[in-house]
């Protein structure tokens, strides 16, 4: 492609995607696809000889737009939102359009020392403990995953990096029984073993029981296991319930466990001095992880890991082949010792291009007002004879179910409430998702898009509620 089509063409692209910011509401939430449908209308192999750029664009709208789900329609209210933003957007263009392999500060200075201090910049956001060190991940599923081998590498002295398992002990992992699907395939890949994976009652509010947790420990010390690592919620994906940090941290201290803190989706509320009791206690973790693509408004993937101790960090991933040395090695933060990847996309730009655009006060006017229209939500269910709120609300995420008069068994009203998601979500106006809360069928509701609005949640809610009438006839 010449560069003078480029210029074309990229002129035509940014005008396509402003119409896709306004009218994105027009599109089906989630697109009325069968298996095969989409694969069925690409031809069976590729083309020969290159095609017009009009061709494919024509293409893209015909066959792949219809056959996408939209997360960030207004009525996308489904698993945690992905969000985006017209800023993170440009700068995601400019990141494309340079194509930096950003691996050693050598190979990209100003993508490693943008990072390097977008990561204070969002500690003291977030009111992190001061001495901790960030740096930026794909997804909150690595840096759980970086976190677990951490945890071994401590506990055996390095031992597992050098020898493999050979003569350790059972190590074992702990977490809630709601925990995220991501803690038991980190536990899975880092070589502990699923069934060493411990998981520890909740209370009422769906949080982790710290003295159910001290017992687990107590009981694995009797039968000769080696506890290592508790990962904590802050924020479950179920619920958001919160597990207290303070209680948990101290009993890690108390016993030496590698302590991770999974805040993917809540993390981003800690921009909100009024909701930092959520992190009380967080100086007793070892590391912390949140998600600013997930309610930060900057585009996937972009994952804040936060380490208390660098060394540790480093001495577990750092090898040094000579084709990578560089002179400056001392002085500078070579980010492939810092995790699992070698390359690393460019995601600090899109990171700061958000924070300055919206500035603090402007991410946190946002994040007040989607938590001010989830409460207005749970509110109304409270309010409403024929639905049950499930859990306490905290933040945005409201977990509900149809429960109609008529003296309906539990097992019936969970086949409602499946019967009733599957017609909202064929709809196409709306995508909700489920949980299971002390085996009641849960429909979770969260909507946290840059621009959400009340009447965006006014207008989700009157459609359940339309429906629900026609399910319970
Ligand atoms: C979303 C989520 C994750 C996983 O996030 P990815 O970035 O997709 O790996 C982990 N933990 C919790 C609590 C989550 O909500």
Redesign the pocket.
Known sequence: MQTADFRRHAHQLADWMADYFENIAQYPVKPPVLPGDIKDQLPAGPPLRGEAFEQLMADFERIILPGMAHWQHPQFMA??PATRSAPSVLAEMLTAAIGAQCMIWYTSPAAEELEERCMEWLRSMLALPAGWYGSIH???????LVALLMARERISRFAINRQGWYGQPRLRVYASEHV????PKGVRIAGFGEENLVLIPTGEDFAMLPHKLEEAIRHDLGQGFRPTCVVA?L???SSTAIDPIRPIGEICRKYGLFFHV?????GTALLLPEKRWMSDGLELADSF?F?P??WMFTNF?C?AFYVQDKKLLTDTFSIMPEYLKTPLDRQVNNYRDWGIQLGRRFRALKLWFVIRTYGLEGLQARLREHIRIGQWLAAEIENEPDFDLLAPTPLNLVCFRYHPQGGFSEEQLNHINEQLLQSLNDSGKILLTQTKLNGKYTIRLVSGQVETKQEDVEKGWRLIKEMAKQIGR
């Not at 794909?138 to 759980?144: G, L, R």
């Not at 995220?180 to 803690?183: D, F, G, L, P, T």
Request: aromatic share 10%; glycine share 4%; net charge negative.
């Open positions: 698993y945690f794909d997804t909150a599923s690595t840096a759980t995220h699907s991501s803690v919620a924020g479950t994906t999974d805040a993917a989706y809540a992880v998600n693509h997930k993937d994952t």
